[in-house]
Nanobody, 125 residues
Framework: QVQLVESGGGLVQAGGSLRLSCAASGRIISIGVMGWYRQAPGKQRELVATITRGGSTNYADSVKGRFTISRDNAKNTVYLQMNSLKPEDTAVFYC???????????????????WGQGTQVTVSS
């Protein structure tokens, strides 16, 4: 009924930049908090950044000052601008929405804690 689709990952040299996008598709009515998480090989998934509908943001200490999260509510899209990338940023990045309200048939429905499929970011030294 709904999907979160990430794009923008790839291979970049240390010090470079990437911009990730995550677009929600379906008959979306509204989306709650959206965020980016990442999982490096052999490690647990961790928070990168979150943003509320009103634009309030929260960042992991490891990315403060280098990454910027933003969203376009009209496009149901969240972005992650990543600058000054480091090899330790290498991971699969996942988009998350804590709540997606959408039309299922003619009735509003909710999905909670919804994840995208992930996009690989690799930073070479």
């Amino acid at each position: 009924q709904v999907q979160l689709v990430e794009s923008g990952g790839g291979l970049v040299q240390a010090g470079g930049s990437l911009r990730l996008s995550c677009a929600a598709s379906g008959r979306i009515i509204s989306i709650g908090v959206m965020g980016w998480y990442r999982q490096a090989p052999g490690k647990q998934r961790e928070l990168v950044a979150t943003i509320t509908r009103g634009g309030s943001t929260n960042y992991a200490d490891s990315v403060k000052g280098r990454f910027t999260i933003s969203r376009d509510n009209a496009k149901n899209t969240v972005y992650l601008q990543m600058n000054s990338l480091k090899p330790e940023d290498t991971a699969v990045f996942y988009c998350n929405a804590d709540r997606i309200t959408y039309y299922s048939g003619s009735m509003p429905s909710n999905e909670y804690d919804y994840w995208g499929q992930g996009t690989q970011v690799t930073v070479s030294s």
